[in-house]
């Protein structure tokens, strides 16, 4: 599954800091092997360079709880 700008999204990446957080795609970039490459921000900070394969859909309900964190 392709992602787009703005989309909620989870990273699942044991090395990051951020590994099982919502995010939310900023930036989408093409690899020069044609795969899309991923800006994710979250509240602390930000993850340069995600592969496809470290994302999935973040569900509505994991979206609400991360705005409602923000309040």
């Given at each position: 599954?392709?992602?787009?700008?703005?989309?909620?999204?989870?990273?699942?990446?044991?090395?990051?800091?951020?590994?099982?957080?919502?995010?939310?795609v900023t930036?989408?970039?093409?690899?020069?092997?044609?795969?899309?490459?991923?800006?994710?921000?979250?509240?602390?900070?930000?993850?340069?360079?995600?592969?496809?394969?470290?994302?999935?859909?973040?569900?509505?309900?994991?979206?609400?709880?991360?705005?409602?964190?923000?309040?």
């Amino acid at each position: 599954m392709s992602f787009e700008k703005d989309d909620a999204v989870v990273l699942h990446d044991k090395h990051s800091e951020f590994d099982g957080e919502t995010g939310t795609v900023t930036q989408v970039i093409e690899s020069m092997f044609g795969e899309p490459t991923y800006t994710i921000s979250f509240d602390e900070g930000q993850e340069v360079g995600i592969a496809q394969d470290q994302l999935e859909a973040a569900d509505a309900a994991d979206a609400d709880d991360d705005e409602a964190d923000d309040e």
